[in-house]
């Protein structure tokens, strides 16, 4: 075999040893591609088995990046000073990331058990306070269908308020929207946040 048909017909099987050992697709390339590299480099013609030499290679080379990054977390953690580590810890403001959890709570909520119209609705009238005529404006719909709209909303969240409790589509566009909407006091990003999901 020449050096092309020899990578070719070895290159699968040695990523599969360099995947399995260091558990990342793109170091276990990086690593088989080095290994072919010095494999080339070298006098091929002292190399009793090609297979063998390969293996043997990439396996060391695996445990060589491994051995490399168990070096580099320790040295990271010994440079860590715990004082002042636990002082930046207590500084961290918390209660923005309960806001995050309350925040995908309630969308999930919001998304599980709401239509698309009705969920836009609830949002405008009872977070934003938006009133009917605001309503009607933004979502192109008469007051009544809005009342209508609102109070099917607030019935089913008030049935299902104990019982929710699975996943929801992806909301993490329409959520910071909200944040922002309410960082900004300017809801015109949430609003077409709303307008694209019906």
Not at 151 to 174: C, G, H, V, W, Y
């Amino acid at each position: 075999m020449n050096h092309a048909q020899t990578i070719s017909h070895y290159q699968p099987m040695l990523h599969a040893i360099a995947q399995n050992l260091v558990r990342c697709t793109a170091d276990a390339e990086d690593i088989v591609q080095e290994t072919f590299l010095k494999w080339l480099s070298i006098d091929q013609t002292k190399i009793e088995n090609t297979k063998a030499y390969l293996i043997k290679a990439v396996t060391n080379n695996c445990l060589n990046h491994l051995n490399s990054l168990k070096k580099k977390k320790t040295e990271y953690l010994d440079a860590i000073h715990m004082p002042e580590f636990l002082h930046k810890a207590m500084e961290i403001n918390f209660s923005k990331m309960d806001l995050d959890a309350n925040l995908k709570a309630a969308f999930k909520v919001l998304n599980s058990k709401l239509e698309p119209l009705e969920r836009a609705v609830f949002l405008l009238k009872e977070v934003f306070d938006f009133d009917y005529e605001a309503v009607q404006t933004t979502l192109n719909k008469k007051k009544d269908h809005c009342r209508q709209l609102l109070s099917r909303a607030k019935k089913k969240l008030n049935e299902e308020r104990s019982k929710i409790n699975f996943e929801m589509p992806d909301a993490t566009q329409m959520m910071e929207s909200f944040r922002r909407a309410c960082d900004l006091n300017n809801a015109s990003d949430f609003v077409l946040a709303l307008k694209n999901d019906l």
